[in-house]
């Protein structure tokens, strides 16, 4: 697990106050790790071309360039020229070397850096910009990103095109814009880069984590003598889709759950064995899941009952974010996971009466908004879904990058609720059952060895028996 950063500016500070390390070191070191990836990149890098900006990115590019310069042809091109004082000086160094600029941007590169515009960037790129990120994109080379590629904003946002990298290099610590939905197309491969100091030691504190595959946790069972009773009851509530259910369900047996009932007030025909069917709520439930295929009118008064005076571990998908009675749920259940992609979302903050917004929205700011409804409900976990999801809880949100497109496909969500409500139901808490459903989701995807266009929801679920 890594920490994220809104932005740097304090912890650069830091740098500077405490340590006694100057804009210049953190720079040479930003510079550094870029030559280094450099020079031991397998391909093609004869020709690098250097496309810097007019601050302190450009100045991190005219850096490298300078630390190139001999090795390998190097062309830096300055279209806004070098305006802020760490760019000025960095440019008296290399003339120094007797490496001038070009004047045009070449047709041609086995590698290209851009280090136009970094964490600072916010307004729109101009008519100039959006040309020049354009021919970069279209040019055939091993693209590089110094701290965050041109074009996206501190929000993760093209504004309104962005540089596509195949690795972004960014200086210091992670950064919040590379893990929007937006940002992944374009920011490639993710490494930071150390100023001068230990990352554990650059560093403090914050409230948003990258999740890796090493945080992974599977229910393993340990105990010889165990008995399905020792490993939960999960309930799933099947509506009007009742294929949904079935997909939800078989999900969570496979992912360790003991007993698996399907809750409706119809008979089910060809019902997988292993599942089972009730009409009423079981005495052993111990967690129910809800919403998948459910239908907007059903309304299980009995089922929502028992849940409140028992206060039964609950998940809420799908459907659950439409109805009305969701907000008794979410303000009385005390164990409460709910698993909205951005449709859901909204719609869900207009039935709490949080805000009306737009999916676009949504996406625009995605932890914004998981935020805003962490701090109405700050005992509900939320597993925002999208290229990479959000689980936020409490003022905390972890992000979780290992998506693939092998999970654009129906059922998906299905199976990504019964793997969080198996875990629920075998005693995790909701937030790690949360974090390591919604890792055992994405790594399901990471190891199918199909075409990523040809996964099912049943490719996924024959998937969990080799997640451990």
């Given amino acids: 697990m890594q920490k994220i950063f809104d932005h740097c500016y304090d912890l650069d500070r830091r740098c500077y106050e405490k340590f006694n390390l100057t804009e210049d070191i953190l720079m040479e070191h930003a510079a550094e790790a870029m030559n280094r990836y450099i020079r031991d990149y397998e391909g093609p890098k004869e020709r690098v071309l250097i496309v810097a900006g007019p601050g302190n990115n450009g100045a991190d590019g005219i850096t490298l360039a300078r630390l190139l310069h001999g090795d390998f042809d190097v062309s830096l091109y300055l279209p806004y020229g070098a305006k802020s004082a760490m760019a000025k000086l960095q440019y008296e ?91 992944k197309p374009f920011v490639g491969e993710i490494e930071v880069a150390d100023l001068g100091v230990p990352r554990r030691v650059y560093e403090h504190h914050t409230d948003t984590f990258l999740l890796e595959e090493a945080d992974f946790n599977p229910p393993l069972r340990a105990n010889p003598a165990s008995h399905k009773g020792h490993f939960g009851h999960l309930c799933v509530v099947a509506g009007n889709k009742g294929g949904a259910a079935v997909l939800c369900g078989m999900a969570g047996l496979r992912f360790g759950a003991g007993l698996v009932t399907l809750v409706t007030d119809r008979h089910f025909e060809h019902l997988p064995y292993s599942l089972m069917q009730s009409g009423t709520l079981p ?28 206060d039964i571990p609950v998940l809420l998908d799908a459907d659950m974010c439409y109805v009305p009675w969701v907000e008794p749920l979410l303000a009385n ?65 972890y992000v979780n990058p290992l998506g693939t497109p092998v999970l654009s496909q129906a059922g998906s969500g299905d199976i990504l609720s019964g793997l969080i409500a198996s875990l629920l139901a075998q005693g995790y808490t909701p937030l790690n059952a949360a974090i390591n459903g919604s890792l055992a989701h994405t790594l399901l995807a990471r190891r199918y060895e199909g075409a990523n266009f040809s996964a099912t929801a049943e490719d996924l679920i024959e998937g969990i028996r080799w997640l451990a």
């Fill in 283 to 310: 005495d052993t439930t111990t967690t129910v899941a809800m919403g998948m295929g459910m239908g907007y009118e059903y309304d299980p008064i009995l089922i929502k009952s028992a849940i409140l005076e028992r």
């Fill in 333 to 397: 259940c005390s164990k409460t996971v709910v698993t909205p992609h951005p449709k859901e979302f909204a719609m869900l903050l207009k039935t709490l009466g949080i805000d009306e917004v737009s999916i676009t929205d949504i996406q625009n700011d995605r932890f914004g908004w998981a935020r805003r409804f962490c701090e109405r409900y700050p005992d509900t976990v939320l597993v925002l879904k999208g290229a990479n999801t959000l689980v936020a809880s409490n003022g905390m949100v």
């Fill in 93 to 183: 160094r290399l003339c120094q070397l007797g490496l001038e600029p070009v004047s045009t941007l070449p047709a041609h590169a086995d590698l290209v850096v851009d280090a136009l515009f970094g964490a600072g960037f916010s307004k729109p790129l101009d008519t100039r910009g959006i040309d020049l990120v354009d021919a970069l994109n279209r040019m055939e080379a091993h693209k590089v990103a110094c701290d965050i590629p041109t074009g996206i904003n501190p929000e993760g946002n093209p504004n309104p095109i962005a540089f596509k990298a195949d690795v972004t290099i960014t200086m210091g610590a992670l950064k919040k814009a590379l893990f929007s939905d937006h940002a």
